[in-house]
């Protein structure tokens, strides 16, 4: 993604004194494959043993959770835009455990995201468990977490199917649909 690739140059987004530079991803992108929590939605990015200072969302909110067991940082809406990615990426800066990564297409297939896309009904379940319970809470934070929460829900439910198959498209050609080609099914065919 040439706007990880270039983001050494950009200044630290939120950041109220200005004047951080993101410096090299790879500096701060360090997360493992293997390490990523279920819950990442497939992309690029994603969240592997980050640190539970619940950073993310206050710099991305509309791009990342908090598990409830460590309470690592999940990105649970890929960036769609340059802006959007900055912001991805200053979560990842700011994460002290370098536990983001953006190397996701390497790993992703079309028949991994269909596997994914299968077990939702766990994430689901998982969703409405952790939004219940931080609905009600006295923390200001896990309130917060709750309407992020229940934004994944939504998102679930309303638009990441779509994406996910333009994301498919995209693992099986490296290029994004044209108007008139056929995007993949996520149910196995």
């Keep these: 993604m040439p706007t990880v690739a270039a983001s050494a140059v950009l200044q630290v987004a939120n950041y109220p004194e200005g004047g951080r530079w993101l410096g090299p991803p790879e500096a701060y992108l360090r997360g493992q494959w293997g390490d990523r929590d279920w819950r990442n939605v497939p992309g690029p990015f994603y969240g592997a043993r980050t640190d539970s200072c619940w950073m993310g969302r206050e710099i ?77 809470s006295e923390r200001a934070d896990e309130q917060d977490n709750a309407v992020g929460l229940r934004d994944f829900a939504h998102y679930l439910d309303n638009g990441l199917e779509a994406d996910l198959r333009d994301y498919g498209f995209w693992l099986d050609n490296r290029r994004p649909p044209q108007a008139h080609e056929t995007l993949p099914r996520l149910d196995r065919p």
């Design 60 to 136: 991305a909110p509309h791009h990342v959770v908090y598990e409830d067991e460590f309470g690592s940082e999940i990105v649970y809406r890929q960036p769609k835009n340059a802006g959007e990615v900055h912001l991805v990426l200053t979560a990842a800066w700011n994460d002290p455990f370098g536990g983001y990564a953006a190397d996701g297409y390497e790993h992703w297939t079309l028949e991994l995201v269909r596997e994914w896309w299968a077990d939702r009904g766990r994430l689901t379940a998982w969703i409405a468990g952790v939004q219940r319970r931080w609905s009600s």
